[in-house]
């Protein structure tokens, strides 16, 4: 998906997103054109495979996004249209005295410019003095739009296509039209992402031809759980750089008007929705069959992840730690004024959070799976590489927290443990790991003599580009957002 750069300079509100993503769909339509020209000389060795129609559906949801970014430019446009006509018919008497012989000198005090009154010379006149026009000041300060821009403005509204356009799209310039474009529009930008990534995983199923026959459940087991470590890596680095800010989720104090909910809280409910319904699909792979030890394994490790969150969630909950310091007592009264008020202040520790329950079903996921039993000696080696990045990326929160912990933040600004680094780079190499430990992967690896240093040594230097890259783009976004704000504070200035 080329990186999708051309989402961020969407979410940052880029004027250069619209010509990315036109760039985007031109590479995409060359590699579909390609596509369906392979398709119909050969035969079709995955039948009914999922990467085709979904492929055209990431398609179709790409070109809706770049068409509501048209959509938003035409109705921005066709707002400043409006504004400047509203303003031109405002100040319509001050441009009509740019047609008239309007100068004075600077050291004239105005007298003999009333008709039929004789005009007076001073001694300080002089044809090299300063000359000064009454021009309306707002042309210096950027308020009304200059003769020239105008013009070009008159000239382009005499578009036909433009007059259409501006015709079908008056409601964009709506308060109510700007927040549903704006909406689906972010909604799009934020879900594109996701939906290439499955494209991706689908178009190497079908380009390897595994997960056939019963191989789909163990193949979509290890890559949805998988996925959502890889994912859960990607957001821990863009916590750490600054993502999420405005929340607190940045290793940061969160503004005051910020209610949001913290991101350990997210991290527990999703480990509480994964645990709650894993129970019941664990044994899926083998209906109709009895119940394994390893079946039952996998069951308990299920009923783990379902307490955990649920044990997560609660420490978050603010209802809950109020009830809890209840037994405390009551802060002072009339009755003892003398005692400290110092003795029912809240610690400094109060301000964050610093749950480690996800840290710890992190840490017994990864030591439970690294000894898991395995079919083959590859297997083994596999599980065992993953769970033990997991376990490594569960030492690194707890050290962040330790930090957190002797030195509480205190700025809106991210704190940026380095730890955060690490844990963010042992979740995305543990969760590509975790998809390749798959029985129909393991087989090919052993058809064609591989081991498993081979997939981790690739994992490694996978992990190592898609970090850098995610920092290259964040920054890009960073870049785009300070750019855009320093317009509107200039703009405000000149208003």
Known sequence: MNGRTDVMLSIGRSRLAFLAQVIFLSVNGVGLLLGSVYNMNTPDLYQHNV??????????????????????????????????????????????????????YSHDSGQGTEPNTPRTSSPLSRPSDTVETTTPPFDRRGGIPDETYGEKLSTFADNAAWRFFTRKLSWISRAWGTKCTNFLHGAIDRLILFLGFIALLSGWVTYGGIFKGTGIYSGMAHFVKGGIFFWYGLLTLGRWAGCFVSRGWSWNVAGSSSGALSAEFWESFLIFLYGSTNVFLEHLGESGNGWSSGDLEHVSISVMFFGGGLCGMLVESRKIRELLSGSVEAPPTEDNMGLSLDLWRSPATYKFSMNPMPGIILVLLGKLMSGHHQASMVSTMLHSQWGGLFMAAAFARGITYILMYLSPPTSSLPSRPPSELVAAFCLVSGGMIFMSSNTDVVEVLEAYDLNAMFVFTIVMALTAFLMAWEIIVLAVKAWVVRRSREQTHTSGQLA
């Open 51 to 104: 990467h085709h129609r979904f492929g055209w559906a990431v398609t179709c949801v790409a070109c809706a996004q770049a068409t509501l970014g048209l959509v938003r430019i035409l109705g921005n446009q066709s707002g400043k249209k409006e504004q400047f006509s509203s303003t031109i018919t405002k100040y319509q008497p001050l441009q009509n005295i740019r047609g008239s012989d309007y100068y004075r």
